[in-house]
């Protein structure tokens, strides 16, 4: 059971590095209790280290949580160990520069289990928890591609649409209970998986001038920069603890103008 009655218990998934670690560490570092999901062991060791050195409690789940049962399982889990569950962040994700004419089943596949699929699954076991509790919050990072049309990249646009729907249908099914989901959409953070992501994207477009292609996908930024990761983590961690009680279903874009609407 929960130690301190006002501490609230999370679920990080892909915090192993990039935005979820961020998160997750923001989230320790307000009084959380952190379960941590993700495929790397040694990157999910590094982040409850650094979560225990904040004072916080934390569970890790590591292995693929697109497997049959896995977000169940640990949601379960979470419950049996800390009586409950508060937040959860779905953030873990996948994606592969992949031309239009050329796509592969594999990466359709790879891309809808963890970002589609796994999360609209992660969403409902949660949501039964929250429900019996009268209480929760989930946020599920979704992406500007969402809305893009991206023909090196249809899985992954694909994938994010998906995730905006499954927030309405989240937000709608869990609003009578009181529990409140939202997503937010990141702009270009560097990131392990952004920076690969462009450097294959670039290409695919016959570019072998890296630093020139990112220096011109950098200035369409209306704000005329990339999104640190800890100010993205910042939007998260304020839909997971500070944003209003009547806000939900809503969509909250973190992209320095990139996505206007
Ligand atoms: N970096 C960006 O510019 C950007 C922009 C928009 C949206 N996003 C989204 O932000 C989120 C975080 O991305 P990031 O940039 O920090 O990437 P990242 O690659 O650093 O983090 C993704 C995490 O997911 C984990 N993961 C991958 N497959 C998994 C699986 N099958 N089971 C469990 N864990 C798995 C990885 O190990 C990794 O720790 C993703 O949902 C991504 O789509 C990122």
Redesign the pocket.
Known sequence: MTENPTMKRALV????????REIATQLAARGCAIGL????QK?SAETARLCHELGAMTEMFV????TEGAPESAIDRLKTVWGGLDILVN?????VIEPFLDMTYKSWHRTLS??TMTLALACSAAGRVMKEQRSGRIVN?????SRMALPDYAAYAAS?AGVDSITRAAAAALAPYGVLVNSL?????D????RSTEIDLARVNGRSDIQAFLDERTRRVPLGRRAEISEVAGAVVWLCLDAPIYMTAERLNMSGGMDKD
């Open positions: 998934t892909g915090a192993a590095g990039g935005l979820g999901a993700d495929i790397d990157g292995g693929d949580f697109t953030n873990a994700g996948y994606g963890l970002n990072i979704t992406s500007p591609a994010k959409a990141p702009g270009m953070m990131t392990d998986m952004q």
